[in-house]
């Protein structure tokens, strides 16, 4: 059975930051693609960062500049620092592999708090 787990989340004043860590557990075959997602409240799940096993980074326009995303594929992690943080940035940040080939399998995370405050 396959978990992600995510850690680092918090409170921070505006012009923080964090860093969010995503561990998997249990074994996820043809990984091409870790990343993050958030969710502010009253709205849509929205993609913030994605990394594939070959090392291609895909940013948000908001965060381009001031998030990096990163990864370990021997520990099957994947991290997003995050610099100085905006109240936007506020939301449920989800970690997600996707898997797959023809048949693709996404895998989430339970999602960690970041809130950032004015």
């Known amino acids: 059975q396959v978990e992600l787990v995510e850690s680092g989340g918090g409170l921070v004043q505006a012009g923080g930051s964090l860093r969010l860590s995503c561990a998997a557990s249990g074994s996820i075959l043809r990984i091409r693609r870790r990343g993050w997602f958030r969710q502010a409240p009253g709205k849509q799940r929205e993609l913030v960062a994605t990394?594939?096993?070959?090392?291609?980074?895909n940013y948000a326009d908001s965060v381009k500049g001031r998030f990096t995303i990163s990864r370990d594929n021997a520990k099957n992690t994947v991290d997003l620092q995050m610099n100085t943080l905006k109240p936007e940035d506020t939301g449920v940040y989800y970690c997600n592999v996707l898997s797959g080939t023809f048949d693709t399998t996404n895998y989430w995370g339970q999602g960690t708090q970041v809130t950032v405050s004015s």
């Open positions: 990394i594939t096993t070959g090392g291609n980074t």
